[in-house]
């Protein structure tokens, strides 16, 4: 919760004028020597960064907002106007990015996190599940929704919020007034697959736990080299396609550049559906084909990835067949090569390179039928 004691900060003459200003852009630059001590090393993630402070805080950036993270018992400091105090340590997190919660997992703290915006029936982690039913972890009502006085009764100490909360600005400006910071994680925006884990960091430095959260994504990142610099079977790279059969009949697949399609040409594949629209370019990570279109881009992919987190998971290949009869003269049905995902894909972000190695071993034909998140249709 944010504490209400006057606080004094010694910040350089340069980033409160820039600040006051509203010179976001130059803030960082502007630093004198003697403020910043260094920065957090980032590999993958550019959607935020880290700037540490010679006095022992640190400042947060991340979708043109700022932080100043401040040690427990570091004196009287002075806040700038338009930085935002977060005051460690930091409990009772209120985390409406689903995503966002498996990184909290991924480093144990599970503990720090009170508060979700998914209910439990909808959550496909067995660890989130089982604290819940423990009562460790309470759903406080929707990101657009929140119930705001169970929130401040159980002293809410910081929203954890995804994008979708821009469309309801005025809840993030409710939380604000109610003396409850709010990050909004933007780590969908991130380009490059490990990006999204990468935010581990983040939240590791925020919950005074850095140490875990870098040997967690190092020993990750050594598992993706250890599969990104075997030697894919020479230059014929198989074909993939991600997919599922909507409601409508139409075929939603993930638009190439998109991190799905990224992790496939990362596990040494070629992502199969091309587009003149890239979606580094769009805010929409898929698009629509018709079943016709879908089949004329995607007849002869080596390999069928289903993804069964929005209708439910299949046992059979006639099963999907029976959704779209095209499926049946795909090469994949045909060479019994069709796999599903299993419903925690989305929600495990820790996942990623658990699933390009998945994917890596289809290609290279050594996977089980069963992976960590795919299964083979029969």
């Keep these: ?15 409160f004028l ?3 200003c509203g010179k976001s852009d130059e803030q960082s630059s502007q630093l004198s020597e003697n403020s910043v001590s260094g920065h957090m090393e980032l590999e993958y993630a550019d959607q935020f960064s880290v700037d540490y402070l010679e006095n022992g805080c640190s400042l947060i950036e991340t979708g043109g907002e700022k932080f100043l993270l401040i040690p427990e018992n570091s004196g009287e400091i002075e806040i700038p106007d338009g930085i935002v105090p977060l005051y460690q340590p930091l409990e009772n997190l209120y985390v409406a990015s689903s995503a966002s919660v498996d990184l909290f997992d991924g480093i144990d703290s599970l503990d720090s996190v009170k508060f979700v915006s998914t209910d439990r029936d909808d959550w496909s982690l067995p660890s989130v599940k089982n604290a819940m039913d423990n009562g460790e972890i309470i759903y406080a009502g929707k990101y657009r929704a929140p119930d705001f006085e169970l929130l401040v009764d159980e002293k809410c100490g910081i929203a954890i919020e995804n994008t979708m909360i821009y469309h309801n600005p005025d809840i993030k400006e409710q939380l604000e007034e109610l003396g409850i ?3 909004v994680d933007h780590s969908s925006y991130e380009t490059h697959p490990l990006g999204r884990m990468e935010w581990i960091k983040l939240y590791g430095l925020i919950l005074e736990k850095s140490d875990e959260a870098d040997k967690f994504f ?3 990142i050594a598992l993706f080299n250890s599969v990104s610099s075997a030697d894919i079977q020479g230059s014929d790279r198989k074909t993939a396609a991600f997919f599922y059969v909507s ?4 075929i939603n697949v993930r638009r190439p550049g998109d991190y799905i399609s990224k992790m496939i040409e990362l596990a040494g594949g070629e992502y199969i559906i091309k587009s003149e629209e890239n979606s580094e370019e769009s805010a929409v990570s898929t698009m629509n084909m018709q079943p016709e279109a879908f089949y004329e881009a995607a007849k002869d992919a080596d390999i069928l990835i289903y993804n069964s987190t929005v209708d439910g998971s299949y046992d059979s290949v006639d099963q999907l067949i029976e959704k779209c009869a095209l499926l049946e003269d795909f090469k994949a049905v ?3 090569n069709v796999w599903c995902t299993e419903q925690n894909m989305f929600q495990q972000t820790t996942g990623a390179v658990d699933m390009i190695c998945d994917i890596n071993s289809i290609i290279n034909e050594i996977a089980a039928d069963r992976t960590t998140y795919l299964y083979r249709l029969e």
């Design 334 to 336: 045909q060479n019994g």
């Design 247 to 250: 409601s409508s009949g139409y």
């Design 1 to 15: 919760m944010m504490r209400f004691s006057k606080i004094i900060f010694t910040f350089s003459a340069a980033l």
């Design 218 to 220: 190092d020993d990750k």
């Design 181 to 183: 910071p709010v990050i």
């Design 18 to 20: 820039l600040t006051a």
